[in-house]
């Protein structure tokens, strides 16, 4: 057995679902189960950005490498992709050549939408949301041309492959300074809710969601490593709004800002639908089975709302709308053999708080020192609350449902 072509097979399927924006425990359960599969022991810990695999040889020495990325990417077909063909291997186990063969095909067969559908993404989420948060029909047509703008800024800025903290920070100040623009010509009754709908794009929801599986599964380093940085890329938001809001306040001054609507609850679940929607071209997410995604969306913020009717405080409701979220995706990952975390994170779309980032970074430039308190406590809240909900969900799954049987060499 030629144990160069394992280990190639190995790191080439880790780095590969790592770029993608796979869980740390699908990423090492993928390496051990196919390496396992020929009949070897091995040893892989996987942190953001590394991947490190260790081959038990018999009667030899160790064989090991390390694999670096620098660029950890959001392609969740990719994830299901790499997922299947890893299930593949275990099944059939196929010589070590042709299985570097399937994993070329595999890549071929990934599929990624162009960039005028990513752009349509942008606009639906952006006006999807603006309905959520209140907006009216002068906003909705605000966000669409903020998402529009975002998109188009932030594949500019890729192309000089900067870092996410940047731009980040240049794609928030770059979108609320258009905004503000906007407003200041007539265009928008309350801009506040064209900006949030926007800025959801840039809110690391995917991130903050890996980082709770990482540590329900046991990867201490990963998940606290993807929280860090799902902190600052929050920060890094906020700054760029901040500055720009205090930019346009300085240069042409901004219109006071009426009080969002109030929507009725089918209005804000529709909205929020067509915001999951909106990801679905964002986040890469293809297939059938693409549309049962907007469906959870929809369920979660119409279990918030009943929850809210039956007299449950915001933290209640969001615990309820969370669990929901959780235990849907769950059960669709298990009926579809598809990686829960694509029903996950956008179920979870309307539980984010992104109007808590937005208003605790506005009112820290304003000098609203009462109001930045409330807003961040409500921001730390609804984490903390989103958090325990998807650790109480996914922890039982693991233990009621395994996602696999024990791992047995083939050897034995």
């Not at 007299?311 to 235990?327: E, V």
């Not at 053999?337 to 708080?353: C, D, H, Q, R, T």
Request: net charge positive; with cysteine.
């Amino acid at each position: 057995m030629d144990y160069r072509i394992l280990m190639e097979l190995a790191s080439q399927l880790g780095t590969r679902l790592a770029v993608a924006g796979a869980e740390t425990y699908r990423v090492e359960e993928s390496i051990v189960r196919v390496l396992a599969a020929y009949g070897l022991d091995s040893r892989v810990y996987s942190v953001p950005n590394s991947l490190f695999i260790t081959i038990m040889v018999p009667g030899q020495l160790p064989i090991t490498q390390l694999c670096r990325m620098k660029h950890i990417g959001t392609d969740l077909d990719a994830v299901e992709k790499y997922n299947n063909f890893s299930r593949a291997i275990c099944e059939k186990k196929p010589d070590p050549k042709v299985a570097l063969q399937w994993l070329e095909e595999t890549d071929r067969a990934r599929q990624a939408y162009s960039f005028p559908k990513v752009l349509l993404g942008h606009i639906l989420v952006a006006c999807g949301l603006c309905v959520f948060y209140g907006g009216a029909y002068s906003d909705v047509i605000c966000a669409g041309l903020c998402g529009l703008f975002l998109g188009l800024f932030s594949r500019f800025l890729g192309k000089y492959n900067s870092n996410a903290f940047f731009q980040n920070i240049a794609s928030g100040f770059a979108m609320a300074l258009f905004a503000y623009l906007l407003a200041a010509a007539g265009m928008s009754r309350n801009i506040d809710t064209s900006v949030i709908g926007t800025l959801m794009l840039l809110v690391p929801g995917l991130l903050f969601t890996n980082s709770l599986r990482d540590i329900i599964f046991g990867d201490i380093n990963s998940g606290v490593n993807r929280i860090v940085t799902a902190i600052l890329i929050a920060a890094a938001v906020a700054l760029g709004t901040a500055a720009a809001w205090n930019t346009a306040q300085y240069l042409w001054g901004i219109p006071p800002v009426p009080a969002p609507l109030t929507h009725s609850p089918l209005i804000t679940c529709t909205g929020t639908a067509v915001a999951c929607t909106g990801f679905l071209y964002v986040w890469n997410i293809h297939g059938a089975g693409k549309w049962v995604c907007p469906v959870g969306g929809f369920l979660t913020w119409a279990v918030f709302c009943f929850a809210k009717e039956l007299g449950f405080g915001y933290a209640m409701c969001c615990l309820f709308g969370t669990i929901f979220a959780a235990t849907y995706a769950e059960v669709m990952a298990r009926v579809r053999k598809y990686p829960a975390i694509s029903y996950l994170v956008i179920g979870l779309i309307s539980l984010i708080p992104g109007s808590n980032i937005y208003y605790t970074a506005q009112q820290a430039v304003q000098g609203n020192m009462d109001r930045f308190i409330q807003e961040g406590t409500l921001l730390v809240v609804t984490a903390g609350v989103m958090a325990v909900g998807i650790i109480l969900v996914s922890s039982a799954a693991r233990i009621i449902h395994p996602i696999h049987p024990p791992i047995k060499n083939a050897s034995k």
